[in-house]
């Protein structure tokens, strides 16, 4: 039987709910940014201590997570990077998404082993800038988004990953070229501060108007390609990107959550003919100005231009909340058991395990009850205190002898310990 290799669920995750609802509704791995070099600054972004913990937790639940360093950089910024990216590397971080060559040449060098993806404002466009970029050290394309599905499967023949984005805003202007933000607007799109000049109504050079509430020439519909999915994913695109660092939670949880159940139907041989139902509530919530499959299928058209003035429609309060409740409020969580071995004159012991990695504790040694000894459910409601941990119990196993007393303060730092090493053995694999 031949394995199909399954193309990975890409999400925004401009915060950390962000990053819970994209989990929760089942993407395979984020691209998030840190407090510096990533080309969304207006974001809310993650400190030095949310990433690390992201990394972490994403690696928990064994998804990936990718760090976007894709903006124009300084000379004296790039003498503080490899600071500024040294703790993520060593905590296990999976890859980066890099615009600037310099950027490039200077990861490669100090970050041995460390992924490095070509961010779309890299402009690729054909299998000749592939294969350059390849030799310069990248595992991964992220093409302009002005392709067809035909040009993106001939850079995939150039023995490079591909990343294509699949759902979110598009740009006038060719990937990464664009600098009428910083010509009119005095803010760089390429340094992570766009103005959004495309989203403005604008006269005619004849000064002629156009028709009232028609004259937004330069704001593209929102891309959607959720109708093409199989076309992708038949193409052998690696990664499937969804676009909105910027967005809220609750539109990347949809968002992520609808792609997620029409490439499982795919992959399941099932139909993906994608219900009326979700292209409408897509339509009505999360979309600017209606949609369009972008380029994948033409050149240009007037009919990807909104004309009307770019905007989200306003939210079903009933649905956000309920996207809310499912998607945002309750982490998922790794699955684990518990076991717990407390008798009289032997150090307590508690080992928290799955199929694969293991970890104990030891506490001191047990002693006889005076008055009154351990009660079993007492001790298995303790050992299921796992809040914070980002691991739920399936199963609790406690051997406990007749007329012990178990101090509570001990009890819970063994867990809390036994805890610790679990972790540690998932995640040693991805230090560095």
């Known amino acids: 039987m031949i394995m199909i290799k399954k193309a990975e669920l890409l999400s925004p995750a401009g915060d950390w709910d962000s990053l819970i609802a994209a989990v929760n509704a089942g993407c395979d791995a984020v691209y998030l940014a840190g407090n510096a070099y990533g080309a969304r600054a207006y974001a809310k972004n993650f400190s030095e201590n949310e990433l690390l913990n992201a990394i972490d937790y994403l690696h928990l639940l064994n998804k990936k997570i990718y760090l976007t360093i894709n903006t ?11 600071e500024f990216l040294a703790p993520f590397y060593k905590q296990g971080l999976d890859g980066v998404i890099v615009q600037d060559v310099g950027v490039l040449r200077l990861l490669k060098d100090k970050f041995p082993g460390l992924e490095l993806h070509g961010s779309t404002q890299m402009t690729v466009t054909s299998p000749y800038g592939a294969r350059l970029l390849k030799e310069f050290g990248l595992e991964r394309i992220v093409p302009a988004r002005e392709l067809s599905v035909a040009e993106l499967s001939a850079i995939k023949n150039c023995g490079i990953e591909v990343e ?22 005095g803010r760089s799109g390429n340094r992570g501060r766009c103005a959004g000049p495309c989203r403005l109504p604008y006269r005619a050079y004849n000064d002629r108007r156009l028709p009232d509430g028609r004259e937004y020439i330069l704001s593209l519909k929102d891309l959607c390609t959720i109708n093409s999915l199989p076309e992708l994913l038949s193409a052998g695109i690696d990664s499937l990107k969804i676009e909105g660092r910027m967005k809220s939670p609750e539109y990347v949880a949809f968002v992520t959550s609808l792609y997620r159940k029409y490439m499982d139907r795919y992959y399941n041989g099932h139909n993906t003919t994608v219900e009326k139902k979700d292209l409408d509530t897509l339509e009505k919530l999360f979309v600017r100005g209606n949609i369009s499959e972008g380029y994948l299928h033409k050149r240009n058209g007037a009919d990807m231009v909104t004309l009307i003035k770019p905007g989200y429609n306003g939210a079903d309060d009933m649905l956000m909340n309920r996207l809310n409740e499912i998607y945002v409020k309750n982490p998922l969580c790794r699955t684990v058991k518990i076991r717990a071995c407390i008798s009289v004159g032997n150090r307590l012991q508690i080992s928290v395990y799955d199929d694969e990695f293991y970890g104990e504790s030891l506490g001191g040694i047990v002693e006889t009850a005076n008055t009154q000894p351990a009660v079993l459910e007492n001790i298995k409601e303790k050992l299921n205190k796992l809040g914070g941990t980002y691991l739920k119990c399936e199963d609790i196993d406690v051997y406990l002898e007749d007329n012990c007393f178990v101090n509570v303060k001990e009890l819970n730092e063994c867990r809390r310990q036994a805890v610790s090493a679990y972790k540690e053995a998932v995640l040693k694999a991805y230090r560095r």
């Open 72 to 82: 124009l950089t300084k000379s004296q910024e790039l003498e503080t990077l490899p």
């Open 164 to 185: 294509a984005f699949i759902h979110g805003a598009m740009c006038y202007c060719y990937s990464g070229q664009c600098l009428m933000s910083s010509m009119i607007g």
